[in-house]
Every structure is written in structure tokens, then in C-alpha cells.
């Protein structure tokens, strides 16, 4: 069965600084690996998925993330954050033969201070 | 935002009505889903719909009962609903079954009174 784990609730850091957002993943075969956002009182938007190929996976907005098979992690990064990046953000996995099932962590919330 | 819409957007009912939700997808897709988002707690997969034939169904429930006419629209029924089903419903649809990128609708909040 997959399974996916955001281990912060939330994630704090101030604008124009660093950010990374944690994702670890469990799967039986290779996974598909996705991140969303959700901005308030909105749905999820796409940022960025990994299939296959180059670990690093680039997004939308200046968003990354990393793919690492040995830690089994897909944590999501942005060289500099600003105000706007707060919302919520989920990480997805999908098995290889999953079909249309995409199974969503908890979710994090970010919150940029000025 | 505009490929997915969801209507309405807020819903307020009480345990014996009976309401639809409804979800329209313009970005030519074949699958549709229904998700339910409860506070501090993982996206629940409700229903999948495949080329409008249901495809999974996660032990819903049979007060939520789902309805695809065709690859476009997407219905959720609901019926004697309980206070523990107030949540945001979240539509969402891709296209084939094998890298399956998903595309949400902004959700209805439903409470359930």
C-alpha cells in the first residue's frame, strides 16, 4: 500500500530566506511523486511532479523538489520565500500501477513573515 | 482555476434535506473524483470515475451517493446527512490512467446542520 507523511504541521521562515517543505513516501514499486498547493478558500493547485529522469524536478512559482530514492523523500524547496508562498501545501504519492489513485499527506502550512 | 468549477461554493443544510453538489470540467478530461477535505486531516478519496464508469469507491457512506452523466460533469447527492460531514468537497479530473496529474476545483464548504 502507499502512503505518504509530511512530518511538520507547520513551517516557518522569513521572507527572502530558504524554505523546504518535508515529504517522505512509502511504495511497493516506483512512485509518482506530487506536490499541491492550497491557498485560502481554494482548491489545490499543481506545483510539480517527479516521474522519472533527473532527481531534481523543477515547478511553478520558483519551486523545486528533490527526489531521494535511499531516504524515500520528496521534500519541496525555494531559494528565497516570499509573503505570497504562504498556504498549504500537500505532498502526493502514486504506485507505479496505481491507476488513479493518488494517496495525499496531511498537508503543511507555510507561513512567510515579512 | 476556470478548467474545474464547482457550484455552488458554500452550502449550509440541515440533516434531513437533500442537496447535489455539482462539478464541470472544460479541460477535456476522462476521469473525475470527489475528495472530501475535513480540518487536520488527509484528503479523503471518495468516488473515481473513469471514462463515467465508477472505478473505486472507498466504503462511502450511502448517504453521499455520486453521479457522472458524462466525462464532463460530475454530481455529488447527498441526503440525511450527519453534523460530522460538514467538510470541503473538492472535485477534481485528469486525463488517462497512467501519469495521472490531477486538477482541483476551489470546493464547496458544506455544514451540516
Known amino acids: 500500500a502507499q502512503s505518504v507523511a509530511q512530518p511538520e504541521d507547520q513551517v516557518n521562515v522569513a521572507e527572502g530566506n530558504p524554505l523546504t517543505v518535508k515529504c517522505t513516501y512509502s511504495?511497493?514499486?516506483?512512485?509518482?511523486l506530487f506536490w499541491y498547493v492550497q491557498y485560502p478558500n481554494r482548491g489545490l493547485q499543481f506545483l510539480l511532479k517527479?516521474?522519472?529522469?533527473?532527481?531534481l524536478v523543477k515547478g511553478s512559482y520558483g519551486f523545486e523538489a528533490e527526489f531521494n530514492k535511499s531516504q524515500t523523500s520528496f521534500h519541496l524547496k525555494k531559494p528565497s520565500a516570499l509573503v505570497s508562498d504562504s498556504a498549504l501545501y500537500f505532498c502526493?504519492?502514486?504506485?507505479?500501477?496505481?491507476?488513479?489513485?493518488?494517496?495525499f499527506g496531511g498537508g503543511t502550512r507555510l507561513m512567510v513573515k515579512p | 482555476e476556470t478548467g474545474v468549477t464547482q457550484t455552488p461554493r458554500h452550502l449550509v443544510m440541515g440533516m434531513t434535506n437533500k442537496k447535489s453538489l455539482k462539478c464541470e470540467q472544460h479541460?477535456?478530461?476522462?476521469?473525475m473524483y470527489w475528495y472530501k477535505q475535513s480540518a487536520k486531516k488527509p484528503l479523503e478519496l471518495m468516488f473515481v470515475?473513469?471514462?463515467?464508469?465508477?472505478?473505486e469507491n472507498n466504503s462511502v457512506p450511502s448517504r453521499f451517493s455520486p453521479e457522472c452523466p458524462n466525462s464532463s460533469h460530475l454530481f455529488l447527492h447527498l441526503h440525511t446527512l450527519q453534523p460530522e460531514d460538514s467538510a470541503l468537497y473538492l472535485c477534481?479530473?485528469?486525463?488517462?490512467?497512467?501519469?495521472?496529474?490531477?486538477?482541483f476545483g476551489p470546493g464547496t464548504r458544506l455544514t451540516v446542520l
Open positions: 502526493a504519492v502514486r504506485e507505479e500501477n496505481a491507476g488513479n489513485m493518488l494517496t
Open positions: 470515475y473513469s471514462l463515467e464508469e465508477r472505478v
Open positions: 477534481a479530473s485528469s486525463q488517462g490512467t497512467t501519469v495521472v496529474t490531477q486538477y
Open positions: 479541460l477535456g478530461h476522462n476521469a
Open positions: 511504495v511497493s514499486g516506483n512512485p509518482y
Open positions: 517527479y516521474i522519472t529522469g533527473d532527481n
